[in-house]
C-alpha cells in the first residue's frame, strides 16, 4: 500500500486544502499442489494409480506475484467545488503510449482540442496532447525530436502524451500527471507519505 497526498492552492484565492489519497493493492491467495508421478505402465489390462502424494511440508501455499504494473495519478487542471484537486487514479501496464494509457482509462488529454480535426491523433504534429510529468520522469522515454521540436519554450517536465512511453513491461512504480498545464487554474503540491504514519 502507498499513499500520495496533495495540497492545492487556488490562484484566485488564500485557502487550502489537502485530500490524502491510498494505493491498495488487492491480491488473493492460491494454493498450488504439485502432483507427484505416477508408476505407470503400458501393458493391457493394467491401469494407472498414484502411489504416493507430496507430503504437506512441501506444499506450501504460495501467493502468487502482482504482475508488473506502473500506477498513475492524473491531476485535472480544474479543481473539485470542495476546492480540492480532481485526481484520478488508474493502473496501467509499462511498454504503452501514454496517450493510449490516458485515452483507454478515459482521462481528458485533449480538452478543447477534443474534436476531430482539432488534434493529430497521435503523430505528433499538432502539441495538443501536453502534459506535465510532476513524478516519475525516470519510468518515461527521453523526449523525441518532435517534443524537442514543439516543446522548445516550455519547461523540461512538459511532455507529448502521443510521443510519451511509459517503462517496460516489466516496470513498475508510481507516475503522477499534471493533465492540460497550459490550462491550471490552480497551483498544488504532494508529499509521498509512509503507510506506517496513517496508523
Known sequence: MGTLQLSSL????????????????????????KPSKPQRSFSRGRKIKAVSTIPDSES?????????????????????????????????????KLRNIMLDANIDLYGPYARPLLNCAGGGTCATCMVEVVEGRELLNPRTDKEREKLKRKPKNWRLACQTTVGQPDSRGLVVIQQLPEWKAHEWTYETIDPSELL
Open 60 to 96: 506450501e501455499a504460495k501467493e502468487p506475484e502482482e504482475p508488473p504494473s506502473v500506477d498513475f495519478a492524473f491531476v485535472s487542471s480544474v479543481l473539485l467545488p470542495d476546492g480540492t484537486p480532481d485526481v484520478h487514479l488508474r493502473t496501467a501496464r509499462g511498454g504503452q
Open 10 to 33: 487556488a490562484l484566485s484565492s488564500s485557502s487550502s486544502s489537502s485530500v490524502s489519497l491510498k494505493f491498495y493493492h488487492i491480491t488473493g491467495s492460491h494454493l498450488t499442489f
